[in-house]
């Protein structure tokens, strides 16, 4: 089976070694020196002044928006993974949703401010696939009414933007760990921010919002992350450049496979001034009819590809009604081929020759 993709594991004896220095002093979580280091690491790599590890992406989500103190109406995107909505209403929020650019398939900034009344109090946006949101027309946007910005992004690690990370972009930037994305923790996640005041908020909600062993600063919660976490973190980040070339070099095959020769295939636009991370390799098809035929032969193959994202967010049960035509239509054609470490060029070209296939056939 080939699945969409397939979680990077460093070499076993570097993960064991931390596990002994873990062994020998017994201190598993609760701010340990693997999860320190990690910080410091990761902070440097941002280039960012404040780096939070946490437990998962979700956690990084909700505690942005608690710690930012946003309540009412959040401007968001119907094109992303669900904890993106769900975070805002989990945390007593109501996510409205303007529509997407349909070549970088990011909220589309024009369909922003007609969003915008006196309940609003921020906007939360996603670099979907690692390719950066419209930064600068956001924080005009946002300046002007004076709304808070939060950025999801799970999908955009590594990623840099006009010379420095997409992450320090908006007041805080939400990252995930999980097992299945570019870089990272088996679990985990973090938030990035550049200001003292939201890094302190952050880092006492992460933990039950203690002061000392007695006394409290506020309300927490417990987002913590392991040192067996921090473990993970540490063994894989040594490869990361490793992974986006590998990445870089898997792309350029499918591009070449995939788009010469009219075969209708779109592939999002990444905007001037990126460094991209190759996290995702997503497609747009002409059709939903196309997209499925497409999807159930590589089904036959065991080769499973995945429909990042559908359905649109705003269709979910526990939204308001909003307009996003945009996206309605290109989530039921978006389609993430398989993209991973140990993906062969000889899988891309057979991945490639079914859908031309497919597409050859098409009515
Ligand atoms: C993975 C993901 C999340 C959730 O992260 P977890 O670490 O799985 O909780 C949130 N937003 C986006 C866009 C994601 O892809």
Known sequence: MINVTKSFLPPFETYTKYLEGIWSRAHLTNNGPLLLELEEKLKDYFGSEYFIFLNNGTSALQLAIKGLGLTGEIITTPFSYVATTSSIVWENCQPAFAD?????????????????????????????????????????????????????????????????MLVNYGDASTLSFHATKLFHTTEGGGLVTNDEAVAHKFSYMRN????GQEDFWGVGINAKNSEFHAAMGLSVFPYIDELIKKRRELTELYDDLLLSGNSGIVRPSIPKGTEYNYAYY???????????????SLLAEFIQPRRYFYPSLSSLNYVNKYEVPVCEDISKRALCLPLYYELEPDQVKRICQIIRQVLRFKS
């Open 100 to 164: 997407i650019d349909p070549n970088t398939l990011n909220i589309d900034p024009t369909k922003i401010e007609a969003l915008v009344n006196p309940k609003t109090t921020a906007i939360l946006a996603t670099h979907v696939y690692g390719i950066p949101c419209d930064v600068e027309a956001i924080d005009k946007i946002a300046k002007k009414h004076k709304l808070k910005v939060i950025y999801d992004a799970a999908h955009a690690f590594g990623v840099v933007y006009k010379d420095k």
């Open 208 to 211: 039950f919002g203690h002061k």
């Open 282 to 296: 997503p497609i747009v098809l002409e059709s939903e009819k196309l997209l499925l035929s497409v999807r159930d």
